[in-house]
């Protein structure tokens, strides 16, 4: 049974998902007067009230406002937007990319991603950058199915890197080496931001 996603995972699904806006952009956009009244979710001082997903389902009147109260039930109204719930991973990238990590941070619902990919894990490639990290979202492949010029997790003998696949340079990939196609990317951003 899937964990309920909590308000502030409810919301951050919506702003990025949906609407992909900043907390405090989203909401100005939903008639809110500042983006303290999401904070207060996020910190869990405030659920999410009857107004706020009122607001929020007058701008996107696909999200269930049902879903956004209580997170029971689908994100979307419409039965035919399918959505594919996989494990997020926001720890250890090397065991979790390795199977060794087989209890996920959260649940991550993606709409349209069925068969797309696997699992999501945060990640920061450029440490120098401590003001957003990233979301991947990855695809296991094998490495015949490997292109040129386009970047990858590798875990290989249990240490990751993210690089760009050179057909020129050949590796001597073992059993239990492990390739993640990049499928998709999300940005969060510092709060402060």
């Not at 990025?16 to 996020?42: D, Q, S, V, W």
């Not at 689908?74 to 090397?94: A, C, H, K, Q, W």
Request: hydrophobic share 40%; aromatic share 10%; with cysteine.
């Amino acid at each position: 049974m899937s964990k309920v996603p909590d308000n502030w995972e409810r919301l951050l699904a919506v702003m990025e998902l949906e609407a992909r806006m900043t907390p405090n952009y989203f909401a100005h956009y939903i008639g809110l007067p500042c983006g303290e009244n999401l904070y207060r979710i996020k910190r869990g001082l405030n659920g999410i009230s009857k107004d706020v997903a009122e607001r929020i389902v007058a701008k996107f009147p696909r999200i269930s406002k049902g879903w956004l109260l209580t997170g029971e039930g689908n994100m979307y109204l419409d039965r035919n937007v399918r959505s594919v719930t996989i494990p997020f991973y926001d720890g250890n990238l090397e065991n979790a990319l390795s199977g060794r990590c087989t209890v996920p941070a959260y649940e991550l619902s993606l709409p349209q991603m069925k068969g797309k990919c696997d699992l999501a894990v945060r990640y920061n490639i450029n440490p120098l950058d401590d003001t957003t990290d990233n979301i991947y979202l990855l695809k296991a492949i094998e490495p015949e199915q490997l292109a040129g010029g386009k970047e990858y997790f590798f875990l290989i003998d249990n240490l990751l890197s993210v690089w760009a696949w050179r057909p020129e340079r050949p590796v001597n990939f073992k059993a239990d080496d492990r390739i993640y196609a990049i499928k998709g990317i999300m940005k969060i951003f510092d709060e402060q931001q």
